[in-house]
């Protein structure tokens, strides 16, 4: 027994020998993780002006106000504005009477994604009629009936972007008396 004793030691003592010899191979192995964070898109817009354009009555002059909005958006491909007004033909009205709107439609007048007032009509002093724009001076356009896109921006406005509209009217010294409107919609849309 004193043999198979010491045979059976001498063998594990070999055999530890022969492992601890052998060469240690490392063993590894990877995981992954994709975090997402999925920020919504948001849009406000608001009229930071006048309520109420009021234009003047003078039949010597171009009568002109302007109101201003701000849309602000975190939308990475920025938005869309729109305008549209009340009256079917973009005139101002007061019952059966109106002012008719100029003659030039925003329909394509809009370039590198904006309004170009170069290509708007003039307004004469002297002779009734109405349209807006987006610079203090230059032609002007009717209100469109349906929403048309005026403006278009292609990044986010995180601290808002304003754009003011501008009113013009011209009177003539035959107009009948009335309060004239037509109310103006501004819609802001995000581009996708």
């Not at 037509?182 to 819609?187: A, G």
């Amino acid at each position: 027994m004193k043999i198979i004793t010491k045979s059976l030691l001498s063998m594990a003592a070999i055999a530890v020998i022969a492992v601890s010899a052998l060469p240690l191979t490392a063993f590894a192995d990877t995981a992954t993780v994709e975090v997402k964070l999925n920020v919504g898109s948001s849009l406000t817009i608001s009229n930071t002006g006048s309520a109420d354009v009021n234009l003047g009555t003078s039949t010597g002059a171009v009568n002109t106000g302007s109101t201003t909005f701000q849309v602000t958006t975190n939308n990475a491909a920025g938005y869309n504005l729109s305008i549209s007004g009340s009256t079917a033909d973009g005139s101002l009205s007061s019952g059966a009477n109106s002012i008719p709107a100029v003659a030039t439609a925003v329909s394509g007048n809009v370039t590198s994604g904006n309004l170009t007032t170069a290509s708007g009509a003039t307004i004469t002093p002297g002779t009734s009629t109405f349209g807006f724009n987006l610079a203090s001076s230059g032609g002007y356009f009717a209100v469109p009936s349906s929403a048309t896109v005026i403006k278009t921006t292609s990044a986010p406005a995180a601290s808002g972007d304003t754009t003011t509209v501008y009113f013009g009217a011209g009177l003539s010294a035959s107009q009948a008396s009335g309060n004239y409107s037509n109310l103006v919609t501004m819609t802001a849309v995000t581009n996708t």
